[in-house]
């Protein structure tokens, strides 16, 4: 065995143990940019679940003070009123 033929060797050698390092390495990365990712997603779905529910317990009228409707020449009172009128009206 002569001299360049024994650097051949040691280099495919050489470049065979990086190469698998690598690889493992690649994989560890892999796995900790996954639970990375995991654990932000969930982060942010519990924060916008959060704020959803806080914003939807506090944001609910305990009274018919407002009322949704596509027809803009009567005022918001007056379907209030209406629906009031029409909630609190006995029936027989």
């Not at 051949?8 to 143990?17: I, R, T």
């Not at 690889?23 to 997603?41: D, G, H, V």
């Not at 018919?64 to 009206?89: G, K, M, Q």
């Amino acid at each position: 065995m002569d001299e360049k033929l024994f650097e051949e060797l040691w280099e495919q050698e050489e470049k065979a143990g990086f190469q698998q390092r690598l690889w493992e390495e690649f994989q560890k990365w892999q796995r900790r940019r996954r639970i990375r990712r995991t654990a932000l997603a969930s982060l942010v779905v519990i924060v916008v679940a959060g704020i959803s529910i806080f914003n939807f317990q506090f944001s609910i009228p305990e009274g018919y003070d407002y009322v949704c409707c596509n027809r803009t020449t009567f005022p918001e009172s007056h379907w209030a009123d209406v629906a009031s009128n029409i909630l609190t009206t006995p029936t027989i």
